[in-house]
């Protein structure tokens, strides 16, 4: 069980606007910045989004993310083909003093 | 560019020990935080534990508090993780990570492949 849930899989075709969510607590979610992180089967996770909305350079602008409260979410525009992934939620716990993850989300495109 | 390189993973029995290493290149090693995160197969992502830039904050898992310990070789840009008492739920594929903070922990920007570990009899 993880401290922060993401539904367990989420599909579109391609080109729909798809959205991955990330429920925590007041320790976590709502006081620190979230990131998301994406893995393609038998890779390292590579990092998406930090400070909860902010992209690393080379990540492309299809993906966006926003926090409010308590959850986060993370948004695939124009999906395609190479967007199927697991995608994870990870935020500094204050009660843990730890990362947490989310359980990962599975995005499959049909 | 940015490498860590993970070893010392391997088969080991109940109760044993391993320590796994991660070689880093491409920054400025003492500068950041540097994290542990495990995965076992088929499931998701789950932090070890995390040490800052210079050593001083160092968190743990509770699963793995008091068994596991990390530690850092500024001078040879290396980070580990020393592992005892090991048991079946440790098995997993062990990942390093860079944190784009020095102190404060912002998030992992750069991973490494991974170093598997296996705890059987």
């Known amino acids: 069980q993880s401290v922060l849930t993401q539904p367990p899989s989420v599909s579109g075709t391609p080109g729909q606007r798809v959205t991955i969510s990330c429920s925590g607590s007041?320790?976590?979610?709502?006081?620190?910045?979230v990131t998301w992180y994406q893995q393609f089967p038998g890779t390292a996770p590579k990092l998406l989004i930090y400070?909860?909305?902010q992209r690393p350079s080379g990540v492309s602008d299809r993906f966006s993310a926003s926090r409010s409260g308590t959850s986060a979410s993370l948004a695939i525009s124009g999906l395609q083909s190479e967007n199927e992934a697991d995608y994870y939620c990870?935020?500094?716990?204050?009660?843990?003093?730890?990362?947490?993850f989310g359980g990962g989300t599975k995005v499959t495109v049909l | 560019e940015v490498l860590l390189l993970e070893s010392g993973g391997g088969l080991v029995q109940p109760g044993g020990s391993l320590r796994l290493s991660c070689a880093a290149s491409?920054?400025?090693?003492?500068?950041?935080?540097m994290t542990w995160v495990r995965q076992a197969a088929g499931k998701g992502l789950e932090w070890v534990a995390n040490?800052?830039?210079?050593?001083?904050?160092?968190h743990y898992a509770d699963s793995v508090k008091g068994r596991f310990t990390i530690s850092r070789d500024n001078a040879k840009s290396t980070l580990y993780l020393q592992m005892n008492s090991l048991r079946a739920e440790d098995t997993a594929l062990y990942y390093c990570?860079?944190?784009?903070?020095?102190?404060?922990?912002?998030?992992?920007?750069?991973w490494g492949q991974g170093t598997a570990v296996t705890v059987s009899s």
């Open positions: 491409g920054f400025s090693f003492g500068t950041y935080a």
């Open positions: 400070s909860s909305n």
């Open positions: 990870a935020v500094w716990d204050d009660s843990l003093n730890g990362w947490v």
């Open positions: 007041s320790s976590n979610i709502g006081t620190n910045s």
């Open positions: 990570a860079k944190d784009m903070g020095g102190y404060y922990f912002y998030g992992m920007d750069a």
């Open positions: 040490m800052n830039g210079s050593g001083e904050r160092i």
